[in-house]
T-cell receptor
Framework: GNSVTQMEGPVTLSEEAFLTINCTYTATGYPSLFWYVQYPGEGLQLLLKATKADDKGSNKGFEATYRKETTSFHLEKGSVQVSDSAVYFCALSEDFNKFYFGSGTKLNVKP | DSGVTQTPKHLITATGQRVTLRCSPRSGDLSVYWYQQSLDQGLQFLIQYYNGEERAKGNILERFSAQQFPDLHSELNLSSLELGDSALYFC????????????FGPGTRLTVL
């Protein structure tokens, strides 16, 4: 079956530190992969996506590369800001009808 | 503001009761998705509707049901409520299934006492 596993949080970083949040997946077919962000008290927002192997999704300084050989889609940012504090969810979908989400990783960025 | 509205924002009820959560998608969006977010289960996909018809089903209990009406708004009905049903319920909408971004509403927080 399909599933997503992401690193447990919380992750606490100082401002301008490098961020990596690991995400690995299991899928029966060829899924599209997503990262969503949830700010306190709000719904999820799409951060970036990649629809095929070796694609790199990027947005707001965040990047993730679809690695089929390692079934991974790790989220990275070179220099985090306090405003990046949020919960980050990795997700997959094979058909854009059914979506599978990871458990979420809370990021705290200290000034 | 994503353009997706959900009502009510908060709902407190007792075990055994039945509630209805409502979602209005963004203007023009035909697909509606329902999710349950709880501390122990994370974010779980429940069900998707496309233009009034059920398109995909996830981990939705038999006590739960949903529908999408001709004006495209959707309702999620939860019955015989249990303490474990306490969670945030999110609705999301998209133009169509394939390759289109989902826009999430702010959620309805359900507390079952």
């Amino acid at each position: 079956g399909n599933s997503v596993t992401q690193m447990e949080g919380p992750v606490t970083l100082s401002e301008e530190a490098f961020l990596t949040i690991n995400c690995t997946y299991t899928a029966t077919g060829y899924p599209s992969l997503f990262w969503y962000v949830q700010y306190p008290g709000e719904g999820l927002q799409l951060l970036l996506k990649a629809t095929k192997a070796d694609d790199k999704g990027s947005n707001k300084g965040f990047e993730a590369t679809y690695r089929k050989e390692t079934t991974s889609f790790h989220l990275e940012k070179g220099s985090v800001q306090v405003s990046d504090s949020a919960v980050y969810f990795c997700a997959l979908s094979e058909d854009f009808n059914k979506f599978y989400f990871g458990s979420g990783t809370k990021l705290n960025v200290k000034p | 503001d994503s353009g997706v509205t959900q009502t009510p924002k908060h709902l407190i009820t007792a075990t055994g009761q039945r509630v209805t959560l409502r979602c209005s998608p963004r203007s023009g969006d035909l697909s509606v998705y329902w999710y349950q977010q709880s501390l122990d289960q994370g974010l779980q996909f429940l069900i998707q509707y496309y233009n009034g018809e059920e398109r995909a089903k996830g981990n939705i209990l038999e006590r739960f049901s949903a529908q999408q009406f001709p004006d495209l708004h959707s309702e999620l009905n939860l019955s015989s409520l249990e303490l474990g049903d306490s969670a945030l319920y999110f609705c999301a909408s998209s133009v169509a299934g394939r390759k289109n971004e989902q826009f999430f509403g702010p959620g309805t927080r359900l507390t079952v006492l």
